[in-house]
């Protein structure tokens, strides 16, 4: 059990080693040292073993017979299997909200915020940080409408993998040609999936949801054939192309 300080410490530790594995700062297969990584966070050893082994278990890292951690890389088809594998999930979870909604009321929340999400027309720097936030809003209240701990649980777990996230390829999207076009087209399917949510639909939401996923693999394929655009995805440098 931690102390209200090292849990701060861990918190920071693994917080500031994700994104600098998601930034590239460290190479694929790199082997990460415990002392010197001590150094480069600021932070004790405790920490440091702590956040390694919570990136191992995100499946950033892996470890060696040795028990050493070193840096995933990444197949295009990881990058595939992750994205389906959170469309499965957000589809299961778009059909059980369907199905378990007891009255229209308990879709006041997501309303308000595709509302505000709807509100903002372009993604710039200025209405980036917003947008994104509540696109993350947006899925986390769906998966709660579904009623099951079990299934958000999944869900977490599979949206700390780089580039799973809803929002991993906000700001790369931005960038796109059509961008316009692909935020309306990520707008309508929400107003979809909560139509047929509200309906009890439950298996057009779970096709819709499972649809909205995939919009994500289209932007990412688009972003890895231009550099720039490539640079602004969290985790493309551990992605072998």
Same mark, same amino acid.
């Given at each position: 059990?931690?102390?209200?300080?090292?849990?701060?410490?861990?918190?920071?530790?693994? !917080?500031?080693?994700?994104?600098?594995?998601?930034?590239?700062?460290?190479?694929?297969?790199?082997?990460?040292?415990?002392?010197?990584?001590?150094?480069?966070?600021?932070?004790?050893?405790?920490?440091?073993?702590?956040?390694?082994?919570?990136?191992?278990?995100?499946?950033?890292?892996?470890?060696?017979?040795?028990?050493?951690?070193?840096?995933?890389?990444?197949?295009?088809?990881?990058?595939?299997?992750?994205?389906?594998?959170?469309?499965?999930?957000?589809?299961?979870?778009?059909?059980?909200?369907?199905?378990?909604?007891?009255?229209?009321?308990?879709?006041?929340?997501?309303?308000?915020?595709?509302?505000?999400?709807?509100?903002?027309?372009?993604?710039?720097?200025?209405?980036?940080?917003?947008?994104?936030? !509540?696109?993350?809003?947006?899925?986390?209240? !769906?998966?709660?409408?579904?009623?099951?701990?079990?299934?958000?649980?999944?869900?977490?777990?599979?949206?700390?993998?780089?580039?799973?996230?809803?929002?991993?390829?906000?700001?790369?999207?931005?960038?796109?040609?059509?961008?316009?076009?692909?935020?309306?087209?990520?707008?309508?399917?929400?107003?979809?999936?909560?139509?047929?949510?509200?309906?009890?639909?439950?298996?057009?939401?779970?096709?819709?949801?499972?649809?909205?996923?995939?919009?994500?693999?289209?932007? !990412?394929?688009?972003?890895?054939?231009?550099?720039?655009?490539?640079?602004?995805?969290?985790?493309?440098?551990?992605?072998?192309?």
């Amino acid at each position: 059990m931690y102390t209200e300080n090292e849990a701060t410490q861990v918190g920071r530790a693994v !917080l500031t080693l994700r994104e600098l594995v998601l930034k590239g700062q460290f190479l694929p297969g790199e082997h990460l040292s415990e002392p010197q990584l001590v150094a480069r966070l600021g932070v004790s050893r405790t920490p440091v073993r702590e956040a390694l082994s919570r990136l191992a278990h995100e499946g950033l890292l892996y470890t060696t017979r040795t028990g050493r951690y070193r840096v995933r890389e990444f197949t295009i088809s990881d990058v595939w299997d992750a994205i389906e594998l959170r469309g499965v999930l957000e589809g299961t979870a778009a059909r059980l909200a369907a199905e378990r909604l007891v009255k229209g009321e308990e879709l006041e929340s997501i309303r308000d915020v595709q509302a505000r999400l709807d509100a903002i027309k372009h993604i710039t720097v200025d209405t980036f940080s917003a947008y994104m936030e !509540l696109n993350e809003s947006f899925h986390s209240e !769906l998966v709660s409408l579904a009623k099951s701990a079990m299934l958000r649980r999944s869900v977490e777990h599979v949206k700390t993998l780089p580039f799973a996230s809803p929002s991993a390829l906000v700001f790369a999207r931005s960038k796109l040609p059509r961008a316009a076009e692909m935020i309306l087209v990520g707008r309508e399917q929400h107003h979809a999936i909560l139509d047929a949510v509200e309906r009890r639909q439950g298996t057009r939401a779970e096709a819709l949801a499972r649809e909205h996923a995939q919009l994500s693999w289209r932007n !990412l394929e688009i972003s890895l054939t231009d550099e720039d655009i490539r640079n602004s995805v969290p985790g493309s440098p551990l992605i072998l192309v």
